[in-house]
């Protein structure tokens, strides 16, 4: 053989063995935990240690029934067989609010009960078990063709679809959902129940459970203890039943058991749980929509709103407590949009994608299996183009317009002026006004005039140079009138209108009289409202929406066109708040620099400022870390506390059991790591890591810094401490 001949072979067994490590590592995709079989021989391969009956099964006892829905957007999983809940402390943030006052300041505090009798009823929060799932697509879809349109589709689809529920819902004694896979070329029917008794029993306080706050939000590497506990309660049929003193906690034959001898690089892992939304199939002009016009614009505007926030809330403690949980949700989405769009960039996303489309357009022009396919993407593609520049302008109107909180208040003025048009009698005005008074309370008290008056100005200024061309009349007038000052415009705004403070609310509701609309019609707030609303309505959304409802057609075609030209690929379903499991490795991140896929609670002691709301680290805690009192759950002296994998997650999956290869529970979901939130729409499995708190810091908090060992009592435990990490 010739030195070039051997040199080839060798490269090429040498690229087999890469790309065969390759194969083993890189795993995208969230799987209907029903459909897990056909990815055995893959798990098995890269460690799963039991057989995939136990993640799910037809019988009714797999782990499925271990993780819940909880709230309305994110997982919990059973941990104990008295209905022992586990979350992300972010998850059960509502619920504490909900139950805090100054006088009990859980945020502050915490909360641990000593008992079951202590456990706090929480208001409004459901649990929901997914008990089984079936493919119900051909009773869905029967006697439907691909190409009939989506209007007729509908309809049809609506009433199969009510039909079957009720069948499942009459046959199992239990609710049934069914809900669209594959942008509704498949259908699957879930059968679910949903507990309505659900208390709140251990939440560290903010110091641990929201440590690094927004600094570290979307970061690796990251120290915050984001876990929560609560308890499903249940009748004594262990059935769902509202709320009563003489309810049980819920019997858990099926519970996660916990495993402490942590996990090492290279390590499999599972997550369990309900991933939101992404979009995985997507063409690359909607893409290019993505990471061109929704996500810069509106980082842009929310840069602005948070800059005039920011600095509100650095001035005056009264307004810092009004805003931080508004401005936790705004940044949040604000720094997820920025990692995306760099994510999109860096992995040139676009040029991927039109690769994809070129292979397929060749396929569609010589395959005639599916006969739609050869201009499904031409047809896409004009339609992306055409709305661009709406879609451009909504997008302002959307985040910059609609983005002043007081524009947004002005619809409350609606209701009050139909009492008017519709000459409604006076009691009804009266009922009108005190339903807008009682809103108001809630708006006002995490209001401040004075700050929004300072976004108007911001927003709106970012508004005109960027939508010249297409404002609405009322606010060309208006700016002229102002001499093109949006300052003094603004200054105006917030000194006339009703809706700046409930006294001046209240004082107009007590002078009005039927027939006297003139104060509303003549508030700017309403005004203001009432043009971008009309010119929405009118000129934008019709256009908008028949786009996406083309969309929504085509993309089905393309979805399903592209299934027919890869036969041999698994394609899993974009994510849609349904039970899903997703595997990979717990992995290191190397980003420029290598960072470990462990943190430790050194880091935070390390990084503890007493002046900052974030890194402030409690005194108790400091205190263990000194002793080194960390229990059964230290290893060597030092504290584990969160963790990183390159599991494929997305929002949803906050609060999802993380498990090892036996399907035992290792630590629980929180967030993803900036350098792979594009993961929505496009997986790379060197930069996109799913983020996890140990069990062992949960279990170490709820002990040590709790006290509250008589919930560990009720766990299963296994596992011994390893070695610590070099
Ligand atoms: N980024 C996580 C998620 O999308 C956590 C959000 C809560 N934490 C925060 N600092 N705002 O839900
Ligand atoms: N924090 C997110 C949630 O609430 C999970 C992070 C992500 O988007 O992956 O679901």
């Known amino acids: 053989m010739s030195k070039s001949h051997f040199l080839l072979i060798k490269n090429s067994i040498f690229i087999l063995i890469i790309f065969a490590g390759l194969q083993a590592r890189a795993k995208e995709g969230m799987w209907i935990p029903a459909t897990l079989k056909a990815h055995e021989k893959d798990m098995k391969a890269m460690g799963l240690e039991i057989p995939i009956e136990q993640l799910y099964n037809e019988n009714g006892t797999g782990l499925n029934n271990a993780v819940v829905l909880f709230g309305k957007g994110c997982t919990g999983e059973i941990i104990s067989t008295k209905g022992l809940i586990l979350t992300n402390h972010h998850c059960g943030y509502g619920s504490a609010q909900g139950l805090s006052n100054t006088e009990h300041d859980y945020f502050a505090n915490g909360f641990w009960a000593k008992n079951q009798g202590e456990e706090l009823p929480c208001k409004g929060l459901t649990v929901t078990f997914i008990r089984r799932m079936e493919n119900v697509t051909d009773r869905v879809l029967a006697g439907i063709s691909d190409t009939l349109n989506d209007i007729t589709r509908d309809s049809i689809v609506t009433l199969h679809i009510s039909a079957i529920e009720k069948d499942f819902m009459k046959s199992t004694g239990m609710d049934a959902s069914i809900k669209p896979y594959f942008k509704g070329n498949q259908y699957w029917v879930a059968i679910t129940q949903t507990y309505k008794d659900i208390r709140f029993v251990g939440f560290p306080p903010n110091s641990i459970g929201a440590f690094g706050g927004d600094v570290e939000n979307w970061m690796w590497p990251r120290h915050t203890g984001d876990f929560s506990i609560f308890r499903v309660y249940a009748g004594a049929d262990n059935k769902p039943a509202e709320y009563a003193t003489t309810n049980k906690p819920y019997n858990a034959t099926e519970f996660f058991h916990i495993n402490i001898s942590g996990y090492k690089e290279g390590d499999f892992s599972m997550v369990y749980g309900f991933p939101g939304t992404t979009d995985e199939y997507i063409s690359s002009y909607a893409l290019k929509q993505v990471y061109s016009i929704a996500d810069p614009i509106s980082i842009a505007a929310r840069t602005r709103k948070l800059n005039v926030w920011t600095e509100h809330m650095s001035l005056q403690r009264e307004t810092f407590l009004k805003y931080t949980s508004k401005r936790a949700g705004v940044a949040n989405g604000w720094k997820k949009w920025q990692g995306e769009v760099e994510g999109l960039k860096i992995n040139n996303a676009t040029s991927k994608k039109q690769a994809f489309e070129k292979s397929f357009q060749e396929w569609a022009n010589a395959d ?142 007590a002078s009005a009289g039927t027939g006297d609309s003139t104060k509303i019609i003549n508030d700017p707030a309403w005004q203001l409202y009432y043009a971008i609303n009309t010119m929405r309505k009118d000129k934008i959304l019709p256009v908008l929406n028949d786009y996406y409802a083309r969309m929504r057609y085509l993309n089905r075609l393309y979805l399903k066109a592209q299934m027919m030209k890869d036969k041999n690929k698994i394609f899993y379903p974009d994510a849609n708040l349904t039970q899903r499991v997703t595997f990979g490795q717990i992995k290191g991140l190397k980003q420029g620099k290598k960072y470990s896929y462990q943190t430790t609670l050194g880091e935070v002691i390390a990084l503890e400022d007493s002046t900052s709301d974030i890194f402030r680290v409690p005194k108790k805690l400091k205190d263990l870390y000194a002793a080194k009192d960390y229990g059964r759950w230290g290893v060597n002296g030092t504290m584990p506390l969160a963790f990183i994998a390159s599991n494929h997650t997305s929002g949803g999956n906050s609060g999802s059991p993380v498990l090892n290869s036996r399907g035992e529970l290792i630590g629980t979901n929180f967030d993803r790591a900036y350098e792979g939130t594009m993961s929505d729409y496009y997986f790379d499995p060197n930069r996109c890591r799913n983020i996890s708190v140990d069990i062992r810091y949960t279990l170490f908090i709820i002990e040590k810094f709790g006290g509250a060992g008589w919930l560990i009592d009720e766990m299963s435990i296994t596992g011994t401490q390893k070695k610590a990490k070099k």
């Open 368 to 509: 005639k299996t599916a006969p739609y396919a050869d201009n499904i993407l031409s047809q896409m593609r004009t339609a992306a183009e055409g709305v661009d520049p709406l879609l451009i302008n909504d997008q302002y109107n959307k985040e910059a317009v609609l983005g002043i909180e007081l524009i947004q208040q002005g619809a409350s003025l609606e209701g009050v002026l139909k009492c008017f048009r519709l000459n409604l009698p006076e009691t009804a005005l009266r009922d009108t006004l005190q339903k807008v008074m009682k809103g108001m309370e809630g708006f006002t008290k995490n209001y401040d005039a004075a700050t929004d008056k300072d976004v108007f100005i911001s927003l709106m200024s970012l508004y005109f140079s960027k939508c010249a061309a297409t404002l609405p009349d009322y606010f060309k007038a208006q700016y002229a009138a102002h001499k093109e000052d949006i300052i003094a415009w603004g200054y105006d705004i917030y000194n006339t209108s009703i809706l700046t403070s409930q006294d001046k609310l209240n004082a107009f509701a």
